[in-house]
């Protein structure tokens, strides 16, 4: 039996009409267990992504739709709200396709929306078994997912290549020159202390290094290389307990358009809601979550894929309150209880590399990733060359944070730059 959620989201009786033709069973149906039980799911939608959402969300049905094990196919709207955002509100979606959603740029050649028939290329997975690279497909849309690892046909409109369809794998073999996102993905680092640009040695406050420039000047030159993301530690917050670096956070998304991680002092919600009001996109846990997972749980639940889990690790255990103390629970732990909540995302720092430049801890990093496959893992600390980097993306590894390594000029912006236009 198929499940088609009704969320009062449009085209579903041209889903109807579809899987009447075909002689499948199905059923329309806003019942969480019905849904549940299912053997297949369709998420259909045809209107503005922020309203659809919405409607999701007062229903609870997005948590529903997070915790799915069989096959869920999204269409139209459906598809933008199972990505991480989309610019068409802006709402942030439900996070289950790493790939944000975007508007397209109107132009001569471009017209909005993207209306008639177009040829879809790079076909991958069983979705399109049967059809050639080529095949034209009939579109109407104004928005559209960037290309990202869970991309498996893209189309062209205008200057813009866009994902035509995603899937999401458990594992994706790179592709080299296929599509950026199947590359690692590099995230520039920026750790501060009274408003400066820091850097720490194994997380040592009194061996820290002073950089010259303001902190949005230097995202903003990160920015210019085109990366996705910039990774901000609030270093006197995570030792206060509380945000102290808000004014930066503000400055620096007044700077630049890319996302934003922030982790450092986020201990009550008040916190969380006020870096979120500051301009992070991203919000990185780590005390909370080792000593207060209740409290960490309610997060998930609320924000969902907006929030990362931070695993600071040393010695085998996990590190707290700016890594000044330790609690005896291990990572794989840590993982496990919050991974059947939605989570997705998880920055790993071992702290005796941090700031060494002595490479990373692949090991750690090759075992986390083979025991999580569906969780997304961040390389944290020891970075210290792009062959580090290439190493790393031979392993499968989605992301990897470049901190000091980008300020001792060990890794170049122009490095950066050169590997997003090779991907």
Known sequence: MIAI???EAGNICSVQNALERLGAQYELTADPEKIRRAD???LPGVGNAAHAMASLRVSGLDSVIRTLRQP??????????????????????MGLLDARVRKFPEGADAKVPHMGWNNIGNLEGKLFKGLEG???????????????PDTIATCRHGDTLFSAALEKRQRRRRHPGKFPGAMIQIIPAIDLIEGRCVRLTQGDY???????????????????????????????????GEPRNLKVLEAISAAV?????????????????????????????????????????SWLSRYGARMVLGADVRGGQIAVKG???????????????????????????????????????????????????????????????????RQLDEMGLGKVIVGKALYEQRITLKDIALWLQNA
């Open 72 to 93: 869920v196919l999204g269409i139209c709207v459906g598809l933008q709200l199972m990505c991480r955002s989309s610019e068409e509100g802006p709402v942030e979606c």
């Open 40 to 42: 297949k799911v369709i």
């Open 134 to 148: 080529g095949s034209y497909v009939y579109f109407v849309h104004s928005y559209y997912p960037e290309l990202c």
């Open 323 to 389: 890594w000044l103390e330790q609690v005896p629970v291990g990572i794989d732990a840590l993982v496990e209880r919050f991974l059947p909540l939605g989570l997705k995302e998880c920055i790993v720092t071992d702290i005796s590399r941090d700031g060494m430049l002595q490479g990373p801890s692949s090991a750690l990093y090759r075992r986390l990733q083979s025991a999580f496959p569906q969780l997304s893992f961040t390389v944290s600390g020891g970075i210290s060359s792009m062959e580090d980097i």
């Open 206 to 240: 009194g061996q820290k290094k002073v950089y010259d420039g303001e902190p949005a000047d230097l995202a903003r030159q990160y920015a210019d290389t085109g990366v996705q993301r910039i990774h901000l530690v609030d270093l006197d917050g995570a030792k206060a």
């Open 257 to 297: 358009s890319c996302e934003l991680e922030w982790g450092g002092g986020i201990a009550h919600s008040e916190a969380l809601q006020a870096v979120f009001d500051a301009g992070a996109t991203h919000a990185i846990a780590g005390s909370v979550a080792a000593l207060r997972p209740e409290v960490f749980e």
């Open 5 to 7: 959620i009704d969320y």
